[in-house]
């Protein structure tokens, strides 16, 4: 399999520019013009045409597009089973949250290796858009995020929820909160709609952030308020940085675990999603 010529479609597809495409892949735009001849050759099919008002795929390109995404994730896969082979039977790459691991990571890989030993793990955190990604070309085996994009080919499946509390270093009540002491939690989109229906009054604050342990920094080196998960609005009370303001609503949000279609029944990927589940509902 000539795993380029893939490569270039693809992202040829999302940009409609060969010289965009040429910018992202560190290529000429020659190069990209040859693979995409090549991949045309092979079909004896045009898969785009350029005109004046760009790079558009055709029938035989847009009927082309599930197949080519399918053989870039089998080839991640299989370039993965080879590569890190070594004494395992397997090997796995996982994606979570930062908010998740933040809180779970080691009793997550902990709980997983006990389970499954004789799988090697490898793990990163990130945000969910690049999970996203990352899942549909496989790059990811697997991944526990908070915003589903529901791309082809994955399969996605709530699996719990996070709870984030409002906390502060200064006042007890929302109708004390001020805007310009106020640090915004950017945790998703569904997070910061929840938000803003709950103090639409505070979603123009001069600080914002999407990450728990940056804002749970924050507010220890600036003071004010903000929401934080859980595990951290009890962290900062213990140690008498900042309290739970008392009448403000407490925001859930959800835990999805993302796969492909085609390994979402597989014994290992469920055994660790169930760790993950088992987690959330403690």
């Known amino acids: 399999m000539q795993i380029d010529l893939i490569e270039t479609f693809l992202d040829l597809m999302e940009s409609r520019s060969f010289n965009r495409t040429a910018d992202r892949l560190n290529i000429t735009q020659s190069t990209v013009s040859h693979r995409i001849k090549a991949l045309e050759a092979q079909f004896n099919r045009k898969l785009f045409t350029r005109n004046k008002g760009g790079t558009s795929p055709t029938a035989s390109g847009l009927r082309f597009l599930d197949h080519a995404r399918a053989l870039r994730h089998q080839w991640h896969e299989a370039t993965r089973a080879v590569e890190n082979a070594g004494a395992y039977e397997r ?39 690049q999970m996203n990604r990352d899942l549909a070309a496989g790059d990811l085996d697997l991944a526990i995020l908070y915003t589903p994009h529901y791309l082809p ?117 469920q055994r660790i999603v169930g760790a993950m589940q088992a987690l959330l509902a403690d």
């Open 91 to 129: 090997s796995m790459r996982l994606g979570i949250q930062h908010d998740l691991a933040e809180v779970f990571a080691g009793r997550w890989l902990s709980a997983v290796r006990a389970d499954l030993p004789k799988t090697s793990i490898y793990m990163e955190a990130d945000y969910s858009s």
């Open 153 to 269: 080919d994955l399969h996605y499946e709530r699996i719990g929820e996070m709870t984030y509390r409002l906390v502060s270093t200064r006042v007890a009540t929302v109708a004390e909160l001020r805007p310009e002491t106020y640090i915004q939690a950017v945790y998703s989109p569904a997070f910061d709609r929840a938000h803003r229906l709950a103090l639409p009054h505070l979603s123009a604050a001069p600080l914002a952030s999407g990450q728990n342990i940056a804002i749970t920094d924050l507010l220890k080196t600036l003071g004010g308020a903000a929401y934080v998960t859980a595990a951290s609005a009890e962290r900062l009370a213990t140690d008498g940085l900042a309290f739970p303001v008392a009448d403000a609503v407490a925001i859930p949000q959800a835990v999805y675990a993302v796969t492909s279609i085609r390994t979402r029944h597989a014994h290992q990927h």
